[in-house]
């Protein structure tokens, strides 16, 4: 059944909404597919990683309004290795994405999100927009079969376009900084450039976003239940990974049609979105 917000949930919730608010107003978004979604079926959502991660705060905010859904979001490791950073993301209800954390929440009936392509997706290169970077990742779907947890893919549009990368990880790398790092052994540190956000633009030379409007679908959820006992079994998490994969390709297809054809601006974003 569906887990009713708790005090810790209601306190964080009532900061996330003071911060969501400005964002939904300013980007818009839509949100397809929200019937494929049974808020008392705790389930794990499984999405792509937008430039910036611009869209859980949008996508968590409508889950909570229309569907009474505590979202909570596995963080890459590196959030919660800075000390006010980490402070700032947990009072939103980010979990560091260890499988513990993650076994410990399915236990106790949570909705949960995650991004299997982390930072690495988040700090995306001049050429990957829309792009799904997972390497050989298969811990969510390995924890989805181990606590035969339903698997909901989901992807988000939009905040690809908000800017333009000047400058990314792989320019940065192969700079004489990027050399020197290299050099004295601590390119490790930051996963040999992965995490290095990449240097962007928006509206004009500034780094305020361009009001471009956000897209989100729901794809029909994903039994893992004809897993069960499989999630040693490296063929079966390729197998599951693999059509969850196949269900996001299909909806950032489908979302990237919507977000072309879509037509409800007004003067004033139609130029900013040009700038």
């Given at each position: 059944?569906?887990?009713?917000?708790?005090?810790?949930?209601?306190?964080?919730?009532?900061?996330?909404?003071?911060?969501?608010?400005?964002?939904?107003?300013?980007?818009?978004?839509?949100?397809?597919?929200?019937?494929?979604?049974?808020?008392?079926?705790?389930?794990?959502?499984?999405?792509?990683?937008?430039?910036?991660?611009?869209?859980?705060?949008?996508?968590?905010?409508?889950?909570?309004?229309?569907?009474?859904?505590?979202?909570?979001?596995?963080?890459?490791?590196?959030?919660?290795?800075?000390?006010?950073?980490?402070?700032?993301?947990?009072?939103?209800?980010?979990?560091?994405?260890?499988?513990?954390?993650?076994?410990?929440?399915?236990?106790?009936?949570?909705?949960?999100?995650?991004?299997?392509?982390?930072?690495?997706?988040?700090?995306?290169?001049?050429?990957?927009?829309?792009?799904?970077?997972?390497?050989?990742?298969?811990?969510?779907?390995?924890?989805?079969?181990?606590?035969?947890?339903?698997?909901?893919?989901?992807?988000?549009?939009?905040?690809?376009?908000v800017y333009t990368?000047?400058?990314?990880?792989?320019?940065?790398?192969?700079?004489?900084?990027?050399?020197?790092?290299?050099?004295?052994?601590?390119?490790?540190?930051?996963?040999?450039?992965?995490?290095?956000?990449?240097?962007?633009?928006?509206?004009?030379?500034?780094?305020i976003p361009r009001?471009?409007?956000?897209?989100?679908?729901?794809?029909?959820?994903?039994?893992?239940?004809?897993?069960?006992?499989?999630?040693?079994?490296?063929?079966?998490?390729?197998?599951?990974?693999?059509?969850?994969?196949?269900?996001?390709?299909?909806?950032?297809?489908?979302?990237?049609?919507?977000?072309?054809?879509?037509?409800?601006?007004?003067?004033?974003?139609?130029?900013?979105?040009?700038?």
């Open positions: 059944m569906k887990k009713a917000p708790d005090a810790s949930d209601r306190i964080w919730l009532k900061r996330f909404f003071r911060l969501s608010k400005p964002m939904r107003a300013y980007f818009r978004p839509r949100f397809f597919g929200m019937d494929n979604i049974d808020p008392d079926r705790p389930s794990l959502f499984v999405g792509n990683h937008p430039l910036f991660a611009l869209d859980y705060p949008l996508m968590a905010a409508e889950l909570y309004e229309k569907k009474g859904i505590v979202l909570h979001p596995l963080g890459d490791h590196w959030h919660f290795r800075i000390p006010v950073w980490r402070f700032f993301i947990s009072q939103i209800g980010a979990v560091d994405g260890t499988p513990e954390n993650c076994s410990r929440m399915m236990d106790a009936g949570e909705h949960i999100v995650v991004f299997p392509g982390g930072a690495r997706e988040a700090f995306k290169r001049k050429s990957e927009a829309h792009q799904l970077i997972w390497k050989n990742r298969t811990g969510f779907a390995r924890l989805a079969i181990k606590h035969g947890f339903r698997i909901i893919p989901f992807a988000s549009k939009g905040a690809d376009h990368i000047l400058l990314d990880n792989t320019d940065v790398m192969n700079s004489p900084l990027g050399r020197l790092l290299t050099r004295t052994g601590l390119a490790p540190l930051i996963r040999n450039g992965e995490l290095i956000p990449p240097l962007v633009r928006g509206v004009g030379p500034t780094l009001p471009e409007r956000f897209f989100f679908a729901f794809g029909e959820p994903i039994d893992t239940r004809r897993f069960q006992g499989a999630y040693q079994d490296r063929q079966a998490l390729l197998a599951l990974r693999r059509e969850v994969e196949d269900s996001l390709k299909t909806q950032i297809g489908i979302l990237l049609y919507v977000l072309g054809q879509d037509r409800d601006h007004g003067y004033v974003r139609r130029l900013l979105n040009r700038l």
